[in-house]
């Protein structure tokens, strides 16, 4: 079994692999590298331009890729079901970096951080508006779009805020940390008056554009809208369109339709929002946690051709 490589792996993760039983490595493809070399490849860990091309080749040995990423909108994927080729994520790794980003600007919107800063930026002083303005987090609602791991984790801190949770994904099916859940398309009165909304939501065809004019003229309690999950899933015009009327009192944006945004966009002067550049699920040990989810499949499908975690659904997409 040969295992290619084209996500960087350390000296001992090297070894790790080196270990395990029947396996070949072949190490990162260099610029001159034929893909044609690979075509007795079995397994990928990682994905890039390469990986597209050995793909096209009709006599790749492909059987099973394991992304770096938890998204895998990026892949081809009609290809790699149309080839019976397995895809495992990093679904679950993303948790907890994310959810403490979005924590930090819950805070920093209920207490005035974010509009002190405006304001010092402005050289204005506006103590007596912003004492009526903020509010404590306990007994507010927030509204979650994905119920997944990421979803799961935003939820779980906000209870430590005795705030409310309100969840949502395909069916309304129940998820933990979720006081209440509906489906995606449901229009509940506590998301009218949530006074926070996050997509975590995977992309999908379902999901592309779902939140456009209409989603946010429902909208009544002028909420802070927290985009991370994926860009494409929100129209931007149709946000901004919801700052400009107020239908928002502001909106932070980790993720955008098309990276990086350009430096004479429009959108960098956007009043009341926020963007950062997609680093909301970063963190010091990426690459370890990534490889510790491959090498628990690899161990797997050794022995017995199995994979014991985070295998793409390639009908769904996630």
């Known amino acids: 079994m040969k295992l290619g490589l084209l996500f960087n ?14 396996l070949e490595i072949v190490d990162l493809p260099t610029a001159n590298t034929d893909p044609k070399s690979w075509l007795d490849v079995d397994i990928i860990y990682g994905w890039n331009t390469f990986g597209d091309q050995l793909l096209q080749l009709p006599h790749n040995h492909l059987k099973w890729i394991q992304s770096i990423s938890a998204g895998i909108d990026y892949m081809p994927l009609a290809a790699i079901k149309q080839q019976g080729i397995l895809l495992t994520n990093t679904s679950g790794i993303h948790a907890e970096p994310i959810a403490e980003f979005v924590l930090g600007y ?23 508006a912003l004492r009526d303005q903020v509010f404590n987090l306990s007994h507010s609602t927030i509204a979650i779009f994905g119920t997944g791991h990421i979803g799961t984790r935003i939820a779980h801190y906000c209870h430590s805020f005795a705030m409310t949770t309100i969840g949502f994904n395909t069916a309304g099916h129940s998820a933990p940390e979720f006081d209440a859940t509906f489906a995606a398309g449901a229009n509940p009165s506590a998301l009218q008056s949530a006074k926070f909304i996050v997509n975590a939501l995977p992309l999908t065809a379902k999901t592309t554009g779902f939140f456009e004019q209409s989603f946010f003229e429902q909208l009544t309690g002028q909420p802070l809208f927290i985009n991370v999950g994926r860009g494409p899933s929100v129209d931007t015009a149709a946000l901004r369109g919801a700052l400009d009327q107020h239908k928002l009192a502001g909106a932070v944006l980790d993720v955008l339709p098309d990276e990086p945004l350009a430096p004479d966009a429009t959108l960098w002067d956007q009043p009341n929002l926020w963007l950062s550049p997609h680093i909301s699920g970063g963190f010091e040990d990426y690459g370890a946690a990534a490889f510790a989810i491959l090498f628990k499949n690899l161990q797997a499908y050794l022995a017995d051709g199995q994979l014991i975690m985070n295998q793409v659904d390639l009908d769904k997409g996630y």
């Open 106 to 128: 819950l805070l920093a919107f209920s207490r005035g951080i974010l509009a002190s800063t405006q304001a010092q930026q402005q050289h204005r002083w506006v103590s007596d």
């Open 9 to 22: 792996i350390t000296a001992a993760e090297h070894q790790q692999l080196a270990a395990l039983p029947d």
